[in-house]
């Protein structure tokens, strides 16, 4: 094995090459989760339920927010909740992969890239959970999702996309700064109301909208709330301008990430 050099370094045909390990990686990660929870795989319907129920009371039936189409609120925030805890969990996990697994690195050659991948793809697991409340919701309202239905597996994407492009970013920089790992939940908190779960990006005026747009997941989720309901606008220019910020992020945190992976082993 010899040290590649510039964009070669990306080289994601090796991680195609260790899919086999991929898979166990994920796995492994679904079964650690839950391995000694009382309730299991529920958690992934507990969190984005009482979420939503308390945005419901803070917003809906105290601040008087109304969604737009006629929406209930209930499901416009569990519907947004649903990809921004697919993304929390990604994102938190993912993070603190490579410092937690480093006995595996230290020991056993193989992409990097593998570790904090599993962890994103494993979030996936709790998100398909999760849907099958969503699922329950529209059909007691009685909402029938109309054509933009078909555009909801590019928004799951995008979500994890967006997960995948933060991920390796603060997963390798976790390895030389410990502190990263305490920042996470702090910025998760931030990132959550900046995000438009609670509200819709309607309540902004069209001139903030580029600017709300700059965070990849305000296209990610009212995209996913358009595709469900056919209610709400189309993300129009928002989802443009936010998958613009995930390429950039994407591209530099793949490369970042694999030109600093031959070091993990010594540093972390």
């Given at each position: 094995?010899?040290?590649?050099?510039?964009?070669?370094?990306?080289?994601?045909?090796?991680?195609?090459?260790?899919?086999?390990?991929?898979?166990?990686?994920?796995?492994?990660?679904?079964?650690?989760?839950?391995?000694?929870?009382?309730?299991?795989?529920l958690w992934a319907i507990i969190?984005?339920?009482?979420?939503?129920?308390?945005?419901?009371?803070?917003?809906?039936?105290?601040?008087?927010?109304?969604?737009?189409?006629?929406?209930?609120?209930?499901?416009?925030?569990?519907?947004?909740?649903?990809?921004?805890?697919?993304?929390?969990?990604?994102?938190?996990?993912?993070?603190?992969?490579?410092?937690?697994?480093?006995?595996?690195?230290?020991?056993?050659?193989?992409?990097?890239?593998?570790?904090?991948?599993?962890?994103?793809?494993?979030?996936?697991?709790?998100?398909?959970?999760?849907?099958?409340?969503?699922?329950?919701?529209?059909?007691?309202?009685?909402?029938?999702?109309?054509?933009?239905?078909?555009?909801?597996?590019?928004?799951?994407?995008?979500?994890?996309?967006?997960?995948?492009?933060?991920?390796?970013?603060?997963?390798?920089?976790?390895?030389?700064?410990?502190?990263?790992?305490?920042?996470?939940?702090?910025?998760?908190?931030?990132?959550?109301?900046?995000?438009?779960?609670?509200?819709?990006?309607?309540?902004?005026?069209?001139?903030?909208?580029?600017?709300?747009?700059?965070?990849?997941?305000?296209g990610v989720v009212e995209g996913?709330?358009?595709?469900?309901?056919?209610?709400?606008?189309?993300?129009?220019?928002?989802?443009?301008?936010?998958?613009?910020?995930?390429?950039?992020?994407?591209?530099?945190?793949?490369?970042?990430?694999?030109?600093?992976?031959?070091?993990?082993?010594?540093?972390?």
């Open positions: 094995m010899r040290p590649s050099h510039g964009w070669a370094r990306l080289n994601l045909g090796e991680l195609w090459r260790y899919r086999e390990l991929l898979y166990f990686l994920v796995w492994r990660d679904v079964k650690v989760r839950y391995k000694q929870t009382t309730v299991g795989a969190q984005p339920l009482l979420l939503a129920l308390l945005f419901t009371l803070i917003f809906s039936r105290i601040g008087k927010l109304k969604p737009p189409g006629g929406v209930p609120y209930v499901l416009f925030a569990y519907a947004a909740l649903l990809p921004w805890v697919l993304f929390a969990t990604a994102l938190s996990e993912s993070s603190k992969s490579l410092v937690q697994n480093k006995d595996l690195i230290t020991k056993v050659y193989f992409p990097r890239l593998a570790v904090p991948l599993a962890t994103i793809l494993a979030a996936l697991v709790d998100f398909a959970i999760g849907s099958t409340v969503l699922i329950g919701m529209m059909i007691v309202y009685g909402i029938v999702p109309g054509w933009p239905i078909l555009a909801l597996p590019l928004f799951i994407g995008l979500a994890v996309l967006t997960a995948l492009a933060i991920g390796v970013w603060l997963s390798a920089l976790n390895v030389q700064y410990r502190d990263v790992e305490y920042v996470i939940p702090f910025l998760t908190l931030l990132w959550l109301f900046a995000t438009p779960v609670a509200y819709s990006l309607s309540a902004f005026p069209k001139s903030l909208h580029t600017i709300v747009g700059i965070n990849p997941l305000a996913f709330r358009w595709s469900l309901f056919n209610k709400t606008a189309a993300p129009g220019s928002t989802i443009l301008i936010s998958v613009g910020v995930l390429v950039v992020l994407l591209i530099t945190g793949l490369y970042y990430f694999r030109r600093t992976e031959r070091t993990f082993a010594d540093v972390i």
